[in-house]
T-cell receptor
Framework: SAVISQKPSRDICQRGTSLTIQCQVD?????MFWYRQQPGQSLTLIAT?????????ESGFVIDKFPISRPNLTFSTLTVSNMSPEDSSIYLC???????????FGSGTRLTVV | DAKTTQPTSMDCAEGRAANLPCNHS???????VYWYRQIHSQGPQYIIH???NNETNEMASLIITEDRKSSTLILPHATLRDTAVYYC????????????FGKGTKLTVNP
């Protein structure tokens, strides 16, 4: 399966600031997915990032709050903008190499906003 | 919304088989059933997936009913390290490849 490196693994940020999370994959993939996992909750999909096009956001998530970049087939970033304590969550990226493979997840970024 | 229903929690004795059920009564003909697990503070880990035939790999077996409305994930010899939240997921149609997670089953393997 694909190997994903996600950085940072954790961070504590002041409210009103922004944090950019990086996701690096060891092979080229068409789609990358960004998820949020709030404390004690399941994973919620934020957006799907395709190389060379705008990300597709799920209901309840907007580009101004969670801008995403996808400059090439192995890398993506998610920015959490103008953070508030409600943004404290684990953020995870995920990829799928092909139809015969399952989805691989990064180890996540644990964000605490104070 | 997630298209699956799972029990909130289950317990299993170490060394015994853990059988985790999942209902997906509205599954469509070309939708796959995926199983993932999430050990505390880690990213979800892929376990197995299937369409209509039973599947087995080094981690688990997946039994899908003939009508495909439900499935069971079997961990044949559960260990303490299998304690995790297990997610049963039906992959959506329409060209989208996203996974929608439900609440999953918290499996606790007891010594």
């Amino acid at each position: 399966s694909a190997v994903i490196s996600q950085k940072p693994s954790r961070d504590i940020c002041q409210r009103g600031t922004s944090l950019t999370i990086q996701c690096q994959v060891d092979s080229q993939v068409t789609m990358m997915f960004w998820y949020r996992q709030q404390p004690g909750q399941s994973l919620t999909l934020i957006a799907t990032a395709n190389q060379g096009s705008e990300a597709t956001y799920e209901s309840g998530f907007v580009i101004d709050k969670f801008p995403i970049s996808r400059p090439n087939l192995t890398f993506s970033t998610l920015t959490v903008s103008n953070m508030s304590p409600e943004d404290s969550s684990i953020y995870l990226c995920s990829v799928r190499r092909g139809r015969l493979y399952g989805y691989t997840f990064g180890s996540g970024t644990r964000l605490t906003v104070v | 919304d997630a298209k699956t229903t799972q029990p909130t929690s289950m317990d299993c004795a170490e060394g015994r088989a853990a059988n985790l059920p999942c209902n997906h009564s509205t599954i469509s003909g070309n939708e796959y059933v995926y199983w993932y697990r999430q050990i505390h503070s880690q990213g979800p880990q892929y376990i197995i997936h299937g369409l209509k035939n039973n599947e087995t790999n080094e981690m688990a077996s997946l039994i899908i009913t003939e009508d495909r409305k439900s499935s069971t994930l079997i961990l044949p010899h559960a260990t303490l390290r299998d304690t995790a939240v297990y997610y049963c997921i039906v992959r959506l149609q329409g060209g989208s490849e996203k996974l929608v997670f439900g609440k999953g089953t918290k499996l606790t393997v007891n010594p």
